[in-house]
């Protein structure tokens, strides 16, 4: 069975910086595409920063230059260091691991205010 189990979301000031966690179990990260998506209410849910198998990384353009995924493969855990938080980066974040089969973390909130 496998878990993704996030960590790390919270409330934090515009500028600020927060780093989210993803645990998994199951299913090794390092032989999969892996990454974060988010999602506001009545929006559809955007990719906002993957890792793939060989390590290379992407990201959405909105968070370039201030978000930065990694993977710790002894730990398979995934991280997503967010700096420079802007209120527009409030969602709930989704972890997932794959491509044919994708799975999924719970989510975890992130809220940024003014």
């Known amino acids: 069975q496998v878990q993704l189990v996030e960590s790390g979301g919270g409330w934090v000031q515009t500028g600020g910086s927060l780093r989210l966690s993803c645990a998994a179990s199951?299913?090794?990260?390092?032989?999969?595409?892996c990454g974060w998506y988010r999602q506001t209410p009545g929006k559809q849910r955007e990719l906002v920063a993957s890792?793939?198998?060989?390590?290379?990384?992407s990201y959405a353009d909105s968070v370039k230059g201030r978000f930065t995924i990694s993977r710790d493969n002894a730990n398979n855990t995934m991280y997503l260091r967010m700096n420079s938080l802007k209120p527009e980066d409030t969602a709930v974040y989704y972890c997932y691991v794959g491509s044919m089969r994708v799975d999924w973390g719970q989510g975890t909130q992130v809220t940024v205010s003014s």
């Open positions: 199951g299913r090794a990260l390092s032989l999969n595409v």
């Open positions: 890792i793939s198998s060989g390590g290379r990384t």
